[in-house]
């Protein structure tokens, strides 16, 4: 089974800060993705990699930053968390034009 | 006009009875079709994939393409409370591959 962790299921941060979301999938993917989820605004691709140290902006980009060093791990990057990145984020991977595959998604809460 | 669009529901049926969830799209030249489902505070977990023209059924479920009609949907046989969730729909983008998802539609199994 594929298997996609995210390291933190909830999460608690000031505004202001630096916040690392980390994702590590077991599959040998090319690619990951970030996205979050709102309700009533549905899944929101955030930045999406098809490989190493490769990486693409998707809808909303502005206010995060990602880094794929290694191919199994996707990191988020939020530089100066702000109340309106409060949210549930989640990783996704798969092969080139396969279905994505989710992680369990990390509920954060900028206070 | 969205590029994957469903309704959001919420879709009310009782046990037992057939559930019926449609998706439309509007990239012509799609090729790759799957459905979500995804449990109230869970992540988005694959339960069918659909590339061709026709009917693919696995256990209850029946997902059925169209490509003239730029058209997919989801049939849920012998629905029971446990199908209630939202399912999302979500098409392989031509532009690098991505996932469009739609909105989701909210499935409520009443006992």
């Known amino acids: 089974d594929v298997k996609v962790t995210q390291s933190s299921r909830y999460l608690v941060k000031r505004t202001g800060e630096k916040v690392f979301l980390e994702c590590v999938q077991d599959m040998d993917h090319e690619n990951m993705f970030w996205y979050r989820q709102d309700p009533g605004l549905g899944l929101r691709l955030i930045y999406f990699s098809y490989d190493v140290k490769m990486k693409e902006k998707g809808d909303i980009p502005e206010g995060y930053s990602v880094s794929r060093e290694k191919k199994e791990r996707f990191s988020l990057i939020l530089e100066s968390a702000s109340t309106n990145q409060t949210s549930m984020y989640l990783c996704?991977?798969?092969?080139?034009?396969?279905?994505?595959?989710f992680g369990d998604g990390t509920r954060l809460s900028i206070l | 006009q969205k590029e994957v669009e469903q309704n959001s529901g919420p879709l009310s049926v009782p046990e037992g009875a057939i559930a019926s969830l449609n998706c439309t799209y509007s990239d012509r030249v799609s090729q790759s079709f799957f459905w979500y489902r995804q449990y109230s505070g869970k992540s988005p977990e694959l339960i069918m994939s659909i590339y061709s023209n026709g009917d693919k059924e696995d256990g209850r479920f029946t997902a059925q393409l169209n490509k003239a009609s730029q058209y997919v949907s989801l049939l849920i046989r012998d629905s029971q409370p446990s199908d209630s969730a939202t399912y999302l729909c979500?098409?392989?983008?031509?532009?690098?591959?991505?996932?469009?998802f739609g909105q989701g539609t909210e499935l409520s199994v009443k006992p």
């Open positions: 979500a098409v392989i983008s031509n532009q690098g591959g991505k996932l469009i």
């Open positions: 996704a991977s798969s092969f080139p034009n396969q279905p994505q595959h």
